[in-house]
């Protein structure tokens, strides 16, 4: 079986690794090309990924949000989920920089 994507490598069947936001969320039965390293799941195998996901707290990290205001300032709401994943708690350090010019970093002190 040729890979979906690249079209040059087989497909072998592996176990494969998973993380997400460098938490290990472990290991899945997948189909993984030899030429890209793609890798390719089954639906239940996509289902189980998402359910240890959501049971591990980093499902819904990814949000849209708006700029604010408070007072004279400009601020950025930040969801529930994000504030339990980074145990974040009013009057915590942060360091804040431009990364480009569409991007900021909000970094953990
Ligand atoms: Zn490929």
Redesign the pocket.
Known sequence: MK?Y??N??ELVKKEVPRELYGKAIGKFKAEV?S??N?AFYDEETSRKITEKTKKMGLWGLEARTKIGVSGSVLDVRLNKNIVNFFHLKKGKEVRIYPEDEKRFVVELA
């Open positions: 890979c994507i690249c040059k490598g090309c030429h890209c793609e």
